[in-house]
């Protein structure tokens, strides 16, 4: 099927849910019992393909799409993940954090979290090079803290043995959580696939992440689960898309002419843990919640998350916080705008709550 005519069936599709009997009232019902939150890296298609793309708009977009609570990405303000500028430091971190905290404010809008990638490995071999990492972060903490935020989002990235990423993380998440504790900022885990150097992504493993978090000395650490995240290896050890790959997927240049069953990520995996024992293992430590979004089917359903399935896990558990749409659609779903790909996230979870509350 041609990339134009599939993007085409996504939002008819879409724009179906109506008939189904959810109508735009619907989509404000009480009957959800969660906040929306945004997470910043859903508008990086934005980033990417316009020069005039302002981070700081982000409050502006999330308030015009509904939500209610955001989660920041702290590399769009030091210039995204290939131009980061070296020289960002607690000066422009206090900068950032002052005109978010003025956004948000004048929008009612509530600051939940920052997402910090881009600050060095946390649990390498290395002490030295963990003990950097550690400081390149703390200016996230005050930033987070002068916000409102409760927590900053870090990544245990190694280049170690999984004895050496364990010990290393309850290192470094101890002298993050001492330096945040009188902040009353959380430093918290994501599961998340990372490059590592023996190719294994030990945070990409609920039991490993847990076995680190109970052995840390503080208790405001805790999880991000996202819902997506759960490749632990991969076929091939390919490194990060180039700056060139990520733009031809936004401009829709790169055109798969066959209908998706699973995301390029999942089908790309060697070993991909259990997404609902792994989340359903995370609630009880988390803090936030991220609703991945990995690219849309031609129902408008998630090609890899059974959303009923995952919502379900979620309803089950303890977890009263915000709901985190972050949507990545733009990698299997090449050309298709990213603020319609927000709005689509957001139907697809109400009617994915819909029939389990049905069934309930």
Known sequence: MKRRKFIDNILISSLGLSSLGLSKSFYNSPNFPYKFSLAQFSLYP???????FNPYDFAKISYDLGFEGLEYLAIMYKGGFFDSD?????????????ESK????????????????????LANKDKNFNSNSVSN??????????????????????DGTLDDWTNNSIESLNKLCEYAKPLNVN?????HTTYTANGISYAANAD?????????????TGTLPDFGNWCESFKSRRGRRSREEIESLIKGESVDEQNKTNSSYYNSCEKYNDMYDGINKLLPYAKGLSAKITGFDENGDDLDIDYPKMLDVVRKSN??????????????????????????????????????????
């Open 46 to 52: 934005l980033m990417m393909s316009k020069k005039d």
């Open 86 to 98: 070296s020289k960002f430091g607690l000066k422009e971190a206090k900068k950032m954090a002052q």
């Open 102 to 121: 003025m956004r948000s404010d004048d929008l009612g809008l509530k600051n939940l979290l920052i997402m910090v990638d881009g600050e060095g490995n």
């Open 137 to 158: 972060h703390k200016k996230w903490i005050d930033c987070a803290s002068e916000m409102g935020c409760h927590s900053i989002r870090v990544n245990l990235d190694s």
């Open 187 to 191: 430093v918290i885990v994501e599961n």
């Open 208 to 220: 490993y992440i847990i076995n680190v978090l109970d052995k840390v000395e503080f208790n405001n």
């Open 319 to 360: 977890y009263n916080g915000y709901i985190g749409i972050e949507q990545q659609s733009f990698i299997d779903n090449p050309g298709l705008d990213p603020i319609e790909a927000i709005k689509m996230a957001k139907k697809l979870i109400y009617k994915s709550w819909s029939s389990i509350s049905w069934n309930c």
